[in-house]
């Protein structure tokens, strides 16, 4: 379901649905898609990637084009074969695949990133992020919501999930307690904090008495000030800039 528009779950563009496209457009969307080419690579596990081909070819829309686990194949496939979206298991930061993303970003844009984390390493998401992945889950997410970030990541959109979204802003959020505020308000800063533990418009404006309105309104403002258009855009600053420790 979708919730409040600029401060559900980060993506890009004007998407208002919490996990990267709008879910009433969605079935709509799918009518008039084309065949989606993904490819999976795990340099570690491979094995581990049967099943997610399985699932993801039994989706009408959607054609597993290789499996891959050495970089170099992949590189070599990628010249004849038609890929729309890589899929990454990143078991451990490892520079190999960072690398590849990084040559992906620069000298492959046609083809959208999506990482799945298979281990709790904030360094990898991170580096994944600066790198130009367009998407990251994690291990134990869903096979509908690999579904999903596959549709988002193929029709422009980028997609993160939940827990990868609270731990970077919760991250940017420490920063800035660190770095202090720059140009925002003291109550603009309470609610990004609020917002990055999760709450919603009406339980932040019941913790600070205010109205619900007065709560979009301020986070309308932080957005302005900072010149960003939807959460995403403030995470990934924060990232590529540094303003996150890792």
């Known amino acids: 379901m979708c919730t409040e528009p600029a401060f559900s779950h980060p993506v890009r563009k004007t998407t208002d649905c919490a996990h990267g496209w709008p879910e009433k457009k969605i079935n709509h969307h799918r009518k008039h898609l084309k065949m989606i080419a993904v490819a999976l690579l795990d340099l570690q596990s491979p094995l581990l990637l049967e099943s997610l081909s399985t699932m993801l070819s039994a989706k009408e829309d959607i054609t597993v084009t290789g499996q891959f686990s050495r970089v170099s194949d992949f590189i070599r496939a990628s010249r004849t074969v038609t890929i729309n979206v890589l899929i990454i298991h990143l078991h451990k930061f490892h520079s190999e695949e960072i690398d590849l993303i990084k040559k992906i970003s620069t000298e492959m844009s046609r083809i959208k990133v999506l990482v799945i984390s298979m281990e709790n390493d ?125």
């Open 122 to 246: 904030e360094r990898a998401v991170y580096e994944s992020i600066r790198a130009g992945a367009k998407g990251l889950l994690t291990k134990n997410d869903t096979a509908g919501e690999v579904v999903m970030a596959v549709y988002s990541l193929r029709n422009g959109y980028d997609y993160f999930n939940k827990p990868i979204s609270e731990i970077l802003l919760n991250n940017y959020i420490r920063q800035l307690d660190e770095s202090g505020p720059g140009n925002l308000s003291k109550r603009e800063i309470e609610i990004i904090r609020f917002w990055g533990d999760g709450l919603s418009n009406p339980e932040i404006a019941d913790r600070l008495n205010i109205s619900t309105r007065t709560v979009e309104s301020h986070k309308n403002h932080i957005m302005q000030k900072l010149n960003f258009k939807t959460n995403i855009d403030l995470l990934k600053f924060a990232i590529k800039n540094n303003l996150i420790e890792i």
